[in-house]
């Protein structure tokens, strides 16, 4: 069963949504780190976090979560944008939003759960958020 960082995974979503110019995971990973640790949480070593938040933005642009900003929006071949796949993701797991932690769950059961079929799946049943 794959496992998955929904917090690094919502900050990555959090970045491409707000237009980033450049999007890169690996100063976000850090900018995660200081955040929980200011916040008293311990968490994974920061260089392994730097390594999963690439794998992670290339699983997100591979499965359709996000993709290259287009020219005409100011895409520079370096940023994305959410698709609707990536903003359904972010909505279940938003940790802005009082109940996120049922969606985290259901999600957490699956056997992967950001492979495309299934999330798609999962995303679709009205109770899970």
């Known amino acids: ?3 998955y960082n929904w917090d690094l995974i919502e900050r990555l979503l959090h970045e491409v949504q707000n237009g980033a110019s450049s999007f890169t995971p690996r ?4 900018q995660y780190v200081a955040e929980k640790t200011a916040e ?3 968490t994974e070593n920061l260089d392994h976090l730097k390594t999963v938040a690439g794998e992670y933005e290339k699983l997100l642009l591979g499965r359709g979560y996000i993709e290259p900003r287009p020219e005409e929006q ?3 071949g370096s940023n994305y944008i959410l698709t609707l796949r990536g903003s359904s993701l972010l909505s279940l797991i938003d940790s802005s939003i009082p109940g996120n932690d049922h969606p985290r ?7 992967d759960a950001l492979d495309e079929v299934t ?7 009205a109770q899970i958020a």
């Open 74 to 76: 100011g895409g520079t």
């Open 1 to 3: 069963m794959t496992t």
């Open 40 to 42: 008293g949480e311990q």
């Open 119 to 125: 999330f798609d799946d999962v995303a679709s049943r």
């Open 105 to 111: 769950q259901v999600l957490d059961e699956q056997e």
């Open 27 to 30: 100063p976000y990973a850090e």
